[in-house]
């Protein structure tokens, strides 16, 4: 019997295939080009415990194969979520996750304490961001405080907890096994990769913030490199996320060592990419006659 559905440890997705957070809204958009909850999951855009109205524009810009965003976590914070997106995606039975970030450990907390209470499969939790009590030094980028983040969100929220890692490291390994040990249930990364882009006329940074995030193909080597060095050092569940736009680039992160993956920056370029590849992977998996995608989970040989 061919199962395609995937378990991570205690959410289990219809497939392997989850709309990254901050490319696929709060589904209602996309809803128009395919039915959402064909997803194995959704993750949200990420949620604050206030609204926030993100950076000055100009902040996204395209480079080669690839954009840079400083969106500044736009979003209309956890209550208004809860009572003004979810309901309609509870209608239609999509599996959300909701991806969350605090500017200090008590926010995390409070998002946390708010979700648990909700109808909501699992968090994200989004730790590339500054923490304010810390000199502005994101939590992420710190084994203790990226450990001290999650074992506290593990405490007040009950169910699927994955932790969403930055590429912004000097060892992703390293955050990673000290993530694991604090409680997470999975690991996905990779977050976008730090980058500038400057205006040689102007000799001004291309984005308002100065700096954003690097995402699209670009950063899919980089991404699977991560991957498969993480799926090394961990026993939890990996999630892959960087660049994915066609069939090969999931084959390749399964290969790696994810049991899932998110598709983020495609969603502007194909808004329907997801069903396709959720498709494509499908017949993929029945032609190769594996009778589920963990089959082909951390297969990767020679490394
Ligand atoms: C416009 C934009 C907004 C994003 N917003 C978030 C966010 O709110 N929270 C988060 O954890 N990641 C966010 N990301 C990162 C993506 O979820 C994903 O990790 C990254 O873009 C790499 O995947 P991709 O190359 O498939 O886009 C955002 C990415 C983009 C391009």
Redesign the pocket.
Known sequence: MFDYSVKLKNLKLKNPVIA????FGYGEELNDFFPVENLGAL?T??LSLKPRLGNPMPR?IETPS??I?A?G?Q?VGVEAFLEKKLPLLEKRQVTVIA?I?GNTLEEYIEIAKILESSSVAAI?L?I?CPNVKAGGMEFGNDPKMAAVVTEEVRKVFSRHLMV?LSPNVTSIVEIAKKVEAAGADSLSL???VTAMVINTQSKKPMIANGVG?L???A??PI?VRMVAQTYQAVKIPIVG????TELNDILEFMIAGAAAI?????NFTKPKIAQELIDQLQNHLKTEGLSSPQELVGTLEGF
Not at 241 to 244: A, W
Not at 262 to 266: A, D, E, L, M, R
């Open positions: 990254a957070s901050g490319t993750s855009k990420g996204i690839g954009m965003n969106i976590l979003n991806n970030f994200e989004n590339s969403k990779i977050n976008t995030g995402s699209g193909p950063i899919r991404a996320i960087g660049g994915i998110q598709i983020g920056t495609s």
